[in-house]
């Protein structure tokens, strides 16, 4: 998965009342009524596999300016995170699109829910030989990287340019075993993600899909993407990144002021800075992020 910057709750919020209503919202991992959830003794603890960013501090601190009290614990290791809120080490956590999220759900039997989106951050497709999408030769060659997630996102994108025409329509289940060769103008080949940059280098590939946090391996004067989709696409749907909380917790109060909060523009802008200005900000409705993420599982569980 690309840097799981990996969206926000709606941003009409059940009212949020004083300071002292805190210590009826408790966390469910708190255990008592008589801890404030969001105390300095009680904080709430967020999983996240970015804390060296600028607009976590940002986020803190607009955080206990309404009295809520946040502990950042960050993981390199992407299933972590979902582990710990799974356990109840975690009372959150902000890492996954709701693709990542669907294939946790079904592999453990779990239940996390999204209870607001973050943000859709891309991944297009780059040329150091045309600079148009349409210039791309019949029979080219386009790399793609090679992990279930991306894969299955990248011939998607390529589908939406015009580039390959895939079984069925395409899923976010797809490999390149699904290109329909006799009605794709390209040919794919998958690699590891981080090697796609340096595909670009290779006379034969004309063009390469490239994850957002490789995208400075490209030489500088082809940073520039041949071809975006729009953030707004429904094909951008399984890769909107949320915020996840166990499922008896998705409406906790206390939670959905943290993400009011995450929305408010001194935290965004720092978050589409730290993306390098590619990130687009979501606000889809907790309803709307549990309704996509249902449609994934079922078709992964329809996978087998």
């Known amino acids: 998965m690309s840097r799981s910057r990996f969206s926000f709750a709606a941003r009409s919020v059940a009212a949020f009342g004083a300071v002292a209503s805190l210590a009826l919202a408790g966390c469910a991992s708190s255990g008592s009524d008589e801890v404030s959830a969001g105390s300095k003794e009680d904080p709430i603890v967020i999983g996240i596999v970015s804390s060296g960013e600028a607009y976590w501090d940002t986020f803190k601190a607009k955080a206990e300016e309404e009295g809520i009290y946040v502990e950042l614990k960050n993981f390199s290791d992407y299933q972590l995170p979902n582990q710990g809120l799974s356990d109840g080490d975690l009372d959150l956590n902000q890492f996954q699109h709701l693709q990542f999220l669907a ?7 779990s239940d996390l829910t999204p209870i607001g989106a973050t943000a859709v951050y891309p991944l297009d497709l780059y040329s150091t030989k045309v600079d148009d999408v349409a210039d791309i030769p019949d029979g080219a060659e386009v790399a ?7 894969q299955a996102r990248a011939l998607l994108v390529l589908q939406d340019a015009g580039l390959v025409k895939l079984k069925g329509g395409g899923t976010s289940f797809s490999t390149a075993a699904d290109v329909v060769a006799d009605e794709s103008k390209v040919t794919v080949t998958a690699l590891k993600a981080d090697q796609t940059p340096t595909a670009l280098q290779d006379p034969k590939v004309y063009a390469a899909i490239v ?32 915020w996840v909380s166990r499922k008896a917790d998705a409406d906790n109060p206390t939670f959905k002021k943290l993400i009011e909060i ?29 309704d996509i993420l249902a ?5 992964e569980k329809a996978q087998g």
Do not use: C, W
């Open 103 to 109: 294939d946790y759900n079904v592999k453990t039997g």
């Open 262 to 290: 995450y929305h408010e523009s001194e935290v965004t802008d720092g978050v589409i800075e730290a993306s390098g200005g590619t990130g687009v900000i979501k606000d889809n409705s907790p309803k709307d992020l549990q």
């Open 144 to 150: 793609i990287p090679n992990d279930a997630s991306n």
């Open 211 to 242: 994850n957002n946090d490789y995208v400075p391996n490209i030489d500088a004067a082809h940073q520039k993407p041949v071809y975006s989709t729009d953030a707004d696409s429904s094909a951008n749907d399984p890769y909107i990144n949320v």
């Open 295 to 299: 449609t994934i599982e079922k078709n």
